[in-house]
């Protein structure tokens, strides 16, 4: 069974620019009732609860950090004084980054990458599986990366942070089986996006070096194209397919291709 936008219910975090806003927009635009959550209230404030019509859904702006226990308490309100209890839809889509040689990195940037990109969206997961049970044809939806599948140098962190998303993924899904949860992994390769201009722990010459950029519209059409046929993986990009199954094919050799274009690493004593 498909799932279907008209009179749903969705959760979209992250959605005051990039991916998250383009899914908000999206699904909104086809019907769905959508909780759009991000730290900047300007940036989801234009949306508001009243914009539903006959052929508009609605946007209800929830402004916090879902890294906040309490924030994420606030969406289970709304889900439970609004909507009965129900969800249809949950987005994991909220992310951070940082770029550089994880030895001369501090150790804040990893916990808070891993704070915002694993931890956060698990418990928030958690939080609001009961609302999911009641949903129609529900799925959690993560946005992962093809970094989750191959990692790559000088994004360490991004991509043990993704790696443990792809892991609680397959998990989740084996446990949610019974239930008719679906969980559907995304993983888009570079994507161009505001996410590079919050980078943690990060130099301001530091740059991204990647295979294929794709839009933040694209991304959120191949993600909502995944989750209405209720997909279990999709990889996206011509590169991130080629970085993924290069190192299934080949590991060895990838690795030295990789290790190549990183820069190297700076001798403390030059």
Request: proline share 4%; hydrophobic share 40%.
């Amino acid at each position: 069974m498909q799932w279907k936008a008209r009179d749903s219910v969705a959760v979209v975090t992250g959605a005051s620019s990039g991916i998250g806003k383009c899914l908000t927009q999206l699904l909104a635009d086809n019907g769905c009732h959508v909780i759009a959550i991000a730290r900047r209230a300007e940036k989801i404030n234009h949306w508001s609860a009243s914009d539903g019509s006959a052929n508009f859904g609605a946007v209800t702006p929830l402004a916090g950090d879902i890294t906040d226990e309490n924030v994420r308490n606030r969406v289970r309100s709304v889900i439970d004084a609004n909507h009965s209890g129900k969800l249809d839809l949950l987005v994991n889509n909220a992310g951070v980054g940082g770029i550089g040689k994880f030895a001369e990195a501090t150790t804040d940037r990893l916990r808070k990458i891993m704070e915002v990109n694993f931890f956060a969206p698990a418990e928030l997961t958690r939080n609001l599986l009961p609302c999911l049970m009641l949903g129609k044809s529900p799925v959690i939806c993560n946005i992962g990366s093809v970094l989750g599948h191959r990692a790559v140098p000088d994004k360490s962190e991004y991509c043990a942070s993704k790696f443990a998303m792809h892991g609680w993924s397959d998990a989740l899904r084996a446990e949610l089986f019974s239930t008719g949860i679906q969980v559907t992994l995304v993983s888009p390769s570079t994507t161009r996006s505001e996410f590079f201009d919050s980078l943690i722990d990060t130099a301001p010459n530091q740059s991204s070096r990647s295979l294929g950029h794709w839009s933040a519209e694209r991304v959120a059409d191949s993600a909502y194209s995944a989750i209405r046929k209720r997909r279990s993986e999709v990889i996206l990009s011509l590169g991130g397919k080629a970085l993924v199954y290069g190192d299934r094919v080949a590991p060895p050799l990838l690795n030295a291709i990789l290790a190549q274009r990183s820069p190297k690493t700076t001798d403390a004593s030059d």
